[in-house]
C-alpha cells in the first residue's frame, strides 16, 4: 500500500492531474477494503459450512440453478484463457458479492446464529455492492461512501468472528 501512496504517482506525474492520482490512492484503499470484506464473506461461508456440512458442503447447499450455470460459465471461460490466473479452488470464488448474500440467504438455517436477521447482511452487501461497482469500473467515490464500507466491514467481521 505504501508503493501505491508514494512511488505509482510519480510515474503519473504530468499525465494525470494531481487531483486525479490523489483519488487513485483512495480508490487504492477502498479497493483493498472491498477485496477483504467480500473474501472474509467467502471464507465465512466455507467455515461454516464445512463445520455444520462438511467437506463436501458445496454439493448440499441450497444453490440456485442461475448461480450454478454462472460458476459453470465462468470455470469454462478459464479453460479457454489459460494465460489467467484462476479464480479460487472453491466454488465460492466464482460468485458475485450479491450472489454470496444469496447463497447466506438460501441457506438461512446455518448462518442465521451469525446475524441479528437476514436483512442485516443482505443490506449490507447490498450498499457496498454499489461502492464496490463504482471502484471496480474506475469511478471514485465519496468520503461518505468510504466510510460506509469501512463501517459495514467493521459491523461483519464483528459478527463473523464470534
Known amino acids: 500500500m505504501n508503493t501505491i501512496v508514494t512511488e ?4 503519473f506525474a504530468g499525465i494525470l492531474p494531481p487531483e486525479m492520482i490523489e483519488k487513485a490512492k483512495k480508490m487504492a484503499q477502498a479497493y483493498m477494503i472491498i477485496y477483504c470484506f467480500e473474501n472474509s464473506l467467502r471464507v465465512f461461508i466455507d467455515k461454516i459450512s ?6 463436501d458442503y458445496w454439493n448440499y447447499l441450497k444453490i440456485s440453478r442461475d448461480l450454478r450455470d454462472n460458476i459453470d460459465r465462468r470455470k469454462k471461460e478459464e479453460q479457454n484463457n489459460l494465460f489467467h490466473a484462476l479464480r479460487g479452488d472453491k466454488e465460492l470464488y466464482y460468485l458475485d458479492l450479491d450472489d454470496l448474500g444469496k ?20 443490506q449490507k452487501i447490498s450498499e457496498i455492492r454499489v461502492t464496490r461497482n463504482n471502484v471496480a469500473h474506475n ?24
Open 139 to 162: 469511478g471514485t467515490i465519496s468520503e461518505d461512501d468510504f466510510t460506509r464500507v469501512l463501517l459495514h466491514y467493521k459491523d461483519i467481521l464483528k459478527q463473523i468472528n464470534r
Open 50 to 55: 464445512t463445520e455444520k456440512i462438511g467437506n
Open 103 to 122: 447463497v447466506i440467504q438460501l441457506n438461512w438455517d446455518i448462518f442465521k446464529n451469525y446475524f441479528p436477521d437476514m436483512t442485516f447482511i443482505l
Open 8 to 11: 505509482i504517482p510519480l510515474k
